[in-house]
Nanobody
Framework: QLRLVVSGGGSVQAGGSLTLSCTAS??????MGWFRQPPGKEREGLVTIASDGSTRWRDSVKDRFTISEDNATNTRYLQMNSLKPEDTAVYYCATSSRSRLTCPLVPSFYNYWGQGTQVTVSS
């Protein structure tokens, strides 16, 4: 069974940066995404990556967050810059057993989830 391990969360002041990593136990060419769940809110998609590298972004983060990957270790990164208090959430990575030309931001599409990591941004 595919497993995802998320790391890199923490506490930072507004305007700061954090990088999260998501390491998969095996190569998976299907849709992958980063998600977050703010306190008291629904889980929301931040960015998804299709097998051809095409991405879909949430508008509120697309100018501040970037993604990268290390194929040798099956690790993907979410670099978060200019963090705001409203970015406070538990952050997850997820992947799907399905592939699409454009991967949806809807969490229900994804069936393998990492354990989540807390990101807290103070003002």
């Amino acid at each position: 069974q595919l497993r995802l391990v998320v790391s890199g969360g923490g506490s930072v002041q507004a305007g700061g940066s954090l990088t999260l990593s998501c390491t998969a136990s095996e190569y998976n060419p299907n849709c992958m995404g980063w998600f977050r769940q703010p306190p008291g809110k629904e889980r929301e998609g931040l960015v998804t990556i299709a097998s051809d590298g095409s991405t879909r972004w949430r508008d509120s983060v697309k100018d501040r967050f970037t993604i990268s990957e290390d194929n040798a270790t099956n690790t993907r990164y979410l670099q978060m810059n200019s963090l705001k208090p409203e970015d406070t959430a538990v952050y997850y990575c997820a992947t799907s057993s399905r592939s699409r030309l454009t991967c949806p931001l809807v969490p229900s599409f994804y069936n393998y989830w990492g354990q989540g990591t807390q990101v807290t941004v103070s003002s």
